[in-house]
Nanobody, 116 residues
Framework: QVQLVESGGGLVQPGGSLRLSCASS????????MGWYRQTPGKQREWVAT???????IYPDSLKGRFTISRDNAKNTVYLQMNSLKPEDTAVYYC??????????WGQGTQVTVSS
């Protein structure tokens, strides 16, 4: 019954910015850690960011400083602010909700293309 819907993707020039959103229909949204991942055809899904239930953000070293994850529990939404975008950031970005150690929910993804 859980639904995660990503939005905000699109075409942007190198150096530009985008803000992705992931809206959840789950009532107890605040009880779950959320994350963003991305995937390019032919590559494995890559971790982009995580935000805990307490609002603590975690990033891989490669993206730290350019991307910012945040959440608004009142709106049941998690965001990913992406700045200084590079062509290598081009991918389908997915939102993930961790329901339990052996259960997770994924959105359908939103395409981000960084190109001149």
């Amino acid at each position: 019954q859980v639904q995660l819907v990503e939005s905000g993707g699109g075409l942007v020039q190198p150096g530009g910015s985008l803000r992705l959103s992931c809206a959840s229909s789950r009532t107890i949204f605040a009880s779950y850690a959320m994350g963003w991942y991305r995937q390019t055809p032919g590559k494995q899904r890559e971790w982009v960011a995580t935000i805990t239930t307490s609002g603590r953000p975690i990033y891989p070293d490669s993206l730290k400083g350019r991307f910012t994850i945040s959440r608004d529990n009142a709106k049941n939404t998690v965001y990913l602010q992406m700045n200084s975008l590079k062509p290598e950031d081009t991918a389908v970005y997915y939102c993930k909700m961790t329901l339990a150690s052996n259960r997770e929910m994924w959105g359908q993804g939103t395409q981000v293309t960084v190109s001149s």
